[in-house]
Nanobody, 126 residues
Framework: QVQLVESGGGLVQAGGSLRLSCAAS????????MGWFRQAPGKEREFVAA????????YYADSVKGRFTISRDNAKNTVYLQMNSLNPEDTAVYYC???????????????????WGQGTQVTVSS
């Protein structure tokens, strides 16, 4: 089992930046592939980014590629999402998620992940 707690959300103007953090506790953090998803009001939860257990491989949704960067620090049991050039369409609740590193399926879908945080709100004003 792993417990996930997100932080770093808030209100930012369009064009601004935020860095989200997700702290993990429980079993070895490096045992997990980590992902970020988001859910805007009235919409389904969607994939944002994911990172392999070692940090050597990353995956991004087309909508955030070039603007967002996912990273992890296994010594600190934390995964980050650096978000730059934010726009109002990025407004959503952002969730981090985890799945065992031994799973070799599709990291782009939420059903892949076994553990979820409670989410952190990001609001981008125009």
């Amino acid at each position: 089992q792993v417990q996930l707690v997100e932080s770093g959300g808030g209100l930012v103007q369009a064009g601004g930046s935020l860095r989200l953090s997700c702290a993990a506790s429980g079993r070895s953090f490096s045992s997990y592939v980590m992902g970020w998803f988001r859910q805007a009001p009235g919409k389904e939860r969607e994939f944002v980014a994911a990172i392999s257990w070692s940090g050597s491989t990353t995956y991004y949704a087309d909508s955030v590629k070039g603007r967002f960067t996912i990273s992890r620090d296994n010594a600190k049991n934390t995964v980050y999402l650096q978000m730059n050039s934010l726009n109002p369409e990025d407004t959503a609740v952002y969730y981090c998620a985890a799945v065992t590193r031994y799973y070799s399926g599709n990291y782009y879908i939420e059903g892949t992940y076994d553990y979820w945080g409670q989410g952190t709100q990001v609001t981008v004003s125009s």
